[in-house]
């Protein structure tokens, strides 16, 4: 509602913050779940007499993380030095990465902050932060396959395309170039990507807005320092990543400034109240509402409850006409199977409604961010990727978007 502050008079004071134990949980008592949890699925699995929707190795992977999800504490804000890290080409990377390591090139680069003039809108700070979020300096990644006009921080090229990539990991874990996903995605499509390791929303300093401030200081380094034009720019979120990109299209919107060219994104979360029945009822999926309740409390610990019901926290549930002034191509990608389906559907049916350029694309089978996942058929990235492709197709004959003035 207009004029209403989204901001708590104080933190929530039962936002949890992360901690190092951690990494306790996950490389010493994770594995002791390892057995028990194999014997239990594997003959829940084979008891259950309808179709099977994955393979049985399949299924007590996705069962295991399930369960060392469900009992992980937030993890503590990671090192620069981790944030910084990209994997190299060798024996163990090379089999899970293919060659996409061989043919693609990586430079580390500092990523500026954004200037205190941009922390409007739904960048602004919460007073109940005390000035604890700030904008601050983050490790940003060009990923450069042979096949792009241009490489590495070189300014763009004259009708280059880029990808800004934002990565998953329900705003608590994950890392941009940690796995596959990004280095085939850059192959295949021949183009640059870059992609920022945003900070997770694991303590009172990198709660939200935090990691929209670094979303949006991203996009400052593609259009500013490397000279991409917006419209030359296509966001792909995948997961949280996926609200991410909503959150900086909002934001754009917002100040009025120019959009990207193209939004694509893989299984976003767009309802972070947990509020349609397949998050809660999926049962085959490794997502649960059991364990996204303590990423949302971490990350809107400035917030209110009637902020998180709105349309910067949770995009499907905004108001007839919220998404009109959305005019740009989006793809949106989700799992048959995935605990997001229900608000998945519900969005893309309100994109529509709204009259936003709209490919929706339902995954056979996909559990959630199938496409990104190693050890899934390759079939599910093979239809990503394909629809990747089409976005910049479209890109080359939309015309430049720029965002009209914001209305309440």
């Given at each position: 509602?207009?004029?209403v502050s989204?901001f708590?008079?104080?933190?929530?004071?039962a936002?949890p913050?992360?901690t190092?134990?951690?990494?306790v949980?996950l490389?010493?008592l994770?594995?002791?779940l390892l057995?028990?949890?194999?014997?239990f699925?594997?003959?829940?699995?084979l008891a259950?007499a309808a179709?099977?929707?994955t393979?049985l190795?399949?299924y007590l992977g996705?069962q295991y993380i399930r369960?060392?999800?469900?009992?992980?504490?937030?993890?503590?804000p990671e090192?620069?030095?981790?944030?910084?890290e990209?994997p190299?080409a060798?024996l163990?990377n090379n089999?899970v990465?293919?060659?996409?390591?061989q043919?693609?090139t990586?430079d580390?680069?500092?990523v500026?902050?954004?200037?205190?003039?941009e922390?409007v809108?739904?960048?602004?700070?919460?007073?109940a932060?005390g000035?604890?979020?700030?904008?601050?300096e983050?490790?940003?990644?060009?990923i450069?396959?042979?096949?792009?006009?241009?490489?590495g921080?070189?300014p763009?090229?004259?009708?280059e395309?880029?990808?800004?990539?934002?990565?998953?990991?329900?705003y608590?874990?994950?890392?941009?170039?940690?796995d596959?996903?990004?280095?085939?995605?850059?192959?295949d499509?021949?183009?640059?990507?870059f992609?920022?390791?945003?900070?997770?929303?694991t303590?009172?300093e990198?709660?939200?807005?935090?990691p929209?401030?670094d979303?949006l200081?991203?996009?400052?380094?593609?259009t500013?320092t490397?000279?991409?034009?917006?419209a030359s720019v296509?966001?792909?979120?995948?997961s949280?990543?996926?609200?991410?990109?909503?959150?900086?299209a909002?934001?754009l919107?917002?100040?009025?400034?120019?959009?990207?060219?193209?939004?694509?994104?893989?299984?976003?979360?767009?309802?972070m109240?947990?509020?349609?029945?397949s998050i809660?009822a999926?049962?085959v999926d490794?997502?649960t509402a059991?364990?996204l309740?303590?990423?949302?409390k971490?990350?809107?610990?400035y917030?209110t409850?009637e902020?998180?019901?709105?349309?910067?926290f949770s995009p499907v549930l905004?108001?007839?006409?919220?998404w009109?002034w959305?005019?740009?191509?989006?793809?949106?990608?989700?799992?048959?199977?995935e605990?997001f389906?229900?608000?998945?559907?519900?969005?893309?049916?309100r994109?529509?409604e709204d009259g936003?350029?709209?490919?929706?694309?339902v995954?056979p089978?996909?559990?959630?961010?199938?496409?990104?996942?190693?050890?899934?058929?390759?079939?599910?990235?093979d239809?990503?990727?394909?629809?990747?492709?089409a976005?910049?197709?479209?890109?080359k004959?939309a015309?430049p978007?720029s965002?009209p003035?914001?209305?309440?």
């Amino acid at each position: 509602m207009a004029g209403v502050s989204p901001f708590r008079e104080a933190p929530d004071p039962a936002a949890p913050n992360g901690t190092a134990l951690e990494k306790v949980y996950l490389y010493v008592l994770g594995p002791l779940l390892l057995p028990t949890t194999a014997l239990f699925y594997a003959a829940k699995y084979l008891a259950t007499a309808a179709p099977k929707r994955t393979s049985l190795r399949q299924y007590l992977g996705l069962q295991y993380i399930r369960v060392l999800l469900t009992g992980k504490p937030l993890g503590a804000p990671e090192s620069w030095a981790a944030a910084s890290e990209s994997p190299k080409a060798g024996l163990g990377n090379n089999l899970v990465y293919g060659d996409s390591l061989q043919v693609n090139t990586v430079d580390v680069i500092t990523v500026p902050p954004i200037s205190p003039a941009e922390l409007v809108q739904h960048a602004a700070l919460p007073t109940a932060a005390g000035g604890r979020v700030q904008p601050a300096e983050r490790p940003g990644f060009v990923i450069s396959p042979e096949a792009a006009l241009g490489h590495g921080t070189a300014p763009a090229e004259p009708g280059e395309q880029l990808l800004l990539y934002i990565h998953g990991g329900a705003y608590v874990f994950g890392h941009p170039v940690a796995d596959p996903f990004v280095w085939k995605a850059a192959r295949d499509t021949g183009r640059r990507v870059f992609s920022v390791q945003y900070r997770k929303a694991t303590s009172p300093e990198t709660a939200w807005p935090a990691p929209l401030l670094d979303a949006l200081a991203a996009w400052a380094y593609v259009t500013g320092t490397l000279g991409f034009p917006a419209a030359s720019v296509h966001v792909m979120g995948c997961s949280a990543g996926g609200h991410l990109a909503l959150a900086l299209a909002q934001q754009l919107h917002a100040t009025g400034a120019a959009m990207p060219g193209a939004l694509s994104l893989l299984s976003p979360w767009v309802d972070m109240t947990m509020s349609f029945p397949s998050i809660q009822a999926r049962d085959v999926d490794y997502l649960t509402a059991d364990w996204l309740h303590a990423p949302v409390k971490s990350l809107a610990r400035y917030y209110t409850p009637e902020a998180v019901r709105g349309p910067l926290f949770s995009p499907v549930l905004a108001g007839a006409g919220h998404w009109s002034w959305l005019r740009i191509p989006v793809f949106i990608s989700v799992g048959q199977i995935e605990g997001f389906i229900d608000e998945l559907t519900a969005f893309a049916d309100r994109l529509t409604e709204d009259g936003v350029p709209l490919t929706l694309n339902v995954d056979p089978d996909g559990i959630h961010s199938a496409p990104s996942l190693p050890f899934m058929p390759a079939y599910h990235y093979d239809d990503f990727v394909a629809g990747l492709r089409a976005q910049f197709d479209l890109m080359k004959t939309a015309t430049p978007a720029s965002s009209p003035e914001s209305t309440p």
